[in-house]
């Protein structure tokens, strides 16, 4: 049976060693590959064929470099002594291997990245699958164009302190921040570090891709006291990235204050809230849910208690779960707004002429940024003008 005119042929070995021509060498490449790929070789013909590919892989012109390149880079003729050398090659012969070839180890990207060719280091940052190591190895280079390709590919695997490095320095740099923040898991701390120092673009991004409360970014991005900057920022049902992790990130860090908590129930972001009460109380989700099903208030006393707030502070808390309670209002976007307005009517009423310094700043935080629109949604509600804190409520 005579072979397919696109395989190799005892004529093309004879013909290559006759003509050197970089063509005859490129149609040689072709058909050496197509015939391997066809199972038209034995054992003894694949190892002649790989041998013949390494002599092309080091030829003198580069058009025939490239050619082996784009033929083998995703046949079973590369080798790993092959895929060395082509990589390690010009970029115009190493980019289908750095880009597409699944079978590069990190040692050899690594290799590569060292080589310090930004092309090259640009092709490795959009390859599926990379690992940690080579990102962390990419983001060290701090080529600007590498690091943002590397934000934008999902198939990246980015550890949490390689992750932090990228927000601390392009946060401001919206070439990097905004692949960053379309990631679709980013830690807490990541999270913390492009709200408070990004574009109002990558803080828009955050609240679509993750989620995010839009009503609390929006009142606490520009928010700088206590630990309400970060506030109730969290990604809603995202694997990676649910409430807990966020309340506890920020417990850890110190910045779990009671006016944050007191933010997030009065902002109607109660999943956060819930995650805040266990990670400050240590008490268990379910008895935490348990505890706030009673009635009485007695059950968020106690666990108020348990996250040490102290108990003259405790009010303002429980008249938010009576709020709660009277519109049926158990969190999310539905009702939001008017709970949050009934709230603000609510705590002004009733706590907003304590003598206690701790009490007032507290209602300072909770009040500042809202709104004219809510706020005066808010005192229509209660029946009287808005008038600062600490003064007297006319009657």
């Not at 395989?7 to 197509?34: C, F, M, P, W, Y």
Request: aromatic letters at 4%.
């Amino acid at each position: 049976m005579t072979a397919p005119s696109n395989t190799l042929s005892l004529a093309d070995v004879r013909r290559l060693a006759g003509d050197r021509s970089a063509e005859s060498r490129i149609a040689v490449v072709a058909k050496i590959v197509q015939t391997a790929e066809a199972g038209l070789l034995a054992l003894q013909e694949q190892e002649m064929a790989r041998d013949l590919l390494r002599r092309l892989a080091r030829d003198a012109a580069l058009q025939v470099r490239e050619a082996v390149a784009w033929q083998i880079y995703n046949s079973p003729l590369l080798s790993d002594d092959l895929a060395h050398d082509l990589a390690l090659d010009v970029v115009s012969v190493a980019f289908p291997l750095l880009r597409h070839c699944e079978r590069l180890g990190d040692d050899l990207l690594l290799q590569v990245i060292g080589q310090d060719e930004a092309s090259k280091q640009l092709a490795i940052a959009a390859r599926n699958g990379l690992s940690s190591a080579v990102s962390a190895a990419l983001v060290d280079v701090g080529n600007l164009a590498v690091v943002a390709t590397l934000a934008a590919n999902e198939g990246a695997s980015i550890s949490d302190e390689t992750l932090e490095l990228m927000a601390d320095r392009y946060a401001n740099v919206p070439l990097v921040a905004e692949p960053l923040a379309g990631r679709a898991v980013l830690p807490a701390s990541v999270l913390e570090r492009l709200v408070a120092s990004a574009s109002e673009l990558v803080r828009d991004l955050l609240v679509e891709r993750h989620r995010l409360s839009p009503v609390v970014a929006g009142e606490l991005t520009g928010y700088a006291r206590d630990s309400a900057t970060l506030a109730l920022l969290r990604p809603m049902d995202r694997p990676g990235m649910a409430p807990d992790a966020l309340a506890v990130h920020l417990n850890n860090q110190g910045r779990l204050s009671i006016a944050l908590l007191l933010r997030a129930l009065c902002a109607g972001d109660f999943d956060f809230f819930l995650a805040g009460l266990m990670a400050k109380s240590r008490i268990t989700r379910r008895n935490i849910h348990s505890l706030m099903a009673e009635e009485t208030g007695e059950g968020l006393r106690a666990l108020l208690e348990h996250a040490h707030v102290p108990k003259r502070l405790c009010q303002p808390f429980l008249l938010a779960q009576e709020v709660a309670r009277e519109q049926g209002y158990a969190g999310g976007d539905d009702g939001r707004v008017a709970f949050q307005a009934a709230v603000l009517g609510r705590l002004y009423v009733q706590c907003g002429q304590s003598e206690d310094r701790a009490m007032d700043d507290l209602l300072l935080q909770l009040f500042d940024g809202k709104g004219d629109s809510l706020i005066d949604e808010a005192m229509d509600q209660a029946g009287l003008p808005f008038l600062p804190l600490r003064g007297t409520v006319p009657r």
